[in-house]
């Protein structure tokens, strides 16, 4: 909790849920009647982002616990057939095993009841053994995000669902959308300013931008395709994103004024904004944002950037 990086991706998921400093919502409110209750609009939706956030959590961190007591369980009954090959070999002694432990239906904490004992009485030679300790907590730990996430680890907790093909058509019709749905967004906020400012015909300039947008993406689909997408996320989706929020909070507040832009909303909505608006606009917002980014920069600084590596002939050995 104390790391900055916790915090600036924290704050990243919040940019990439709500839309904010892409330019989409920006390119989308144009589209709106002066008269627009956008007070309303915006509490609404930051509302259904929190409630869905924390529905997407649940779901999640469920689907994760399902898929690491199903890891756990094959870690236990193939521990308990090396335990079973080795007290037939007479490598251990059948005193050492608790006389209610059943080998054929072993629960994860008889085994490690066994393992304890093992461990125990074989303090010198238990390396050679060959024995894990099938810990729960062990497979919950290991941090998994990103695409490991959406399609290696929710893929294989799948395998075991019920209707397993079902489930798995579903995950990834629902990333599909979920994509196509952030594009739509990414790319209004990129033509709507162009068009308006340049009349030029919104439906060429669609085409390019897309065209643009495809050919940077095969970059992500060769084999050191994944690279490109840590590398992407991490540099040219966070930072910057973080960057131009503050760069927008200053135009607003400082350059075109908070007292003029509260008066406008007064006259747009018909009242006065709450007060809250004008000082978490003007002091809390852009001082939280700040030190966010500079702690960002300089722990970026401390721990330089690099890049786990696949090599060969260390990991077949």
Known sequence: MLEPKVWREAATQVFFALGLGFGGVIAFSSYNKRDNNCHFDAVLVSFINFFTSVLATLVVFAVL???ANIINEKCVIQNSEKILKLLKTGNLSQ???????NFSSITAED?????????KVKEEEFDSLGLKSCQIEDELNKAVQGTGLAFIAFTEAMTHFPASPFWSVMFFLML???GLGSMFGTI????????????VRKEILTVICCSVAFFIGLIFVQRSGNYFVTMFDDYSATLPLLIVVILENIAITRIYGIDKFMEDLK???????SQYYYYMWKYVSPLVLLLLLVASIVQMGLSPPGYNAWIEDTHLK
Do not use: A, C, R
């Not at 085994?111 to 304890?116: E, I, K, S, T």
């Not at 209004?188 to 009349?199: A, N, Q, R, S, Y």
């Not at 747009?268 to 904004?273: A, D, I, Q, T």
């Open 188 to 199: 209004e906020g990129i033509i709507t300013p162009i068009v308006d400012t340049f009349k």
């Open 176 to 178: 599909v959308n979920l």
């Open 95 to 101: 005193d050492m095993i608790p006389h209610h432990i």
């Open 267 to 273: 006259d747009m909505l018909g009242f006065s904004p």
């Open 65 to 67: 616990g399902f898929k």
């Open 111 to 119: 085994y490690n009841l066994v393992y304890d004992i093992i461990q």
